[in-house]
């Protein structure tokens, strides 16, 4: 008899779950602005993420942009605009990803999406020490604004990208 319980109550669960899960994807189509970039952001999310993980560092760095070199502080209202459309729909799927997507990921894919739009960009590496332990860290620029990573206060730039 208690077995029997035992299935009725995780089959609740199960469609209590799944009611969740629908509901929630139900939330996310019905409220997401941008489905372009949304699904633009997951791909290369995935993308650069299988990157990291597979292709060596410096074959990786040769795709990044010209090292060394940053964009300039002046963008139309309109590049501004549109990397504030990027800055939502990656952070958007980065927080909801299932794989890990930190500032690297975030930041390439942010600077992919900018590039097709001709948009100029600059990636910002830096490291610092945290409790005895370096830690790295990864932002990106367009003009005067910062799309992903905030502004890298407190992190000592190490490298810089424009792309």
Not at 49 to 76: A, H, N, T
Not at 95 to 110: G, N, Y
């Amino acid at each position: 008899m208690s077995d029997n319980k035992d299935n009725i109550s995780s089959e609740n669960g199960f469609w209590r779950t799944s009611d969740l899960t629908i509901a929630k994807l139900y939330r996310f189509i019905k409220y997401t602005r941008f489905w372009g970039l949304i699904f633009r952001a997951l791909l290369l999310s995935a993308y650069y993420r299988i990157c990291i993980l597979l292709v060596k560092p410096k074959k990786l760095q040769k795709r990044w942009g010209v090292e060394g070199e940053e964009s300039g502080p002046d963008e139309s209202m309109e590049a501004y605009q549109y990397a504030y459309k990027v800055a939502y729909a990656v952070d958007r799927v980065c927080t909801r990803t299932s794989w890990e997507s930190k500032c690297l990921v975030r930041a390439l894919t942010a600077q992919h999406i900018l590039k097709k739009k001709k948009i100029s960009s600059t990636m910002y590496l830096g490291c610092k020490m945290d409790e005895g332990k370096m830690v790295a860290h990864a932002w990106l620029r367009v003009g005067k604004m910062y799309v992903t990573g905030g502004n890298g206060e407190g992190y000592s730039m190490v490298d810089k990208f424009r792309m």
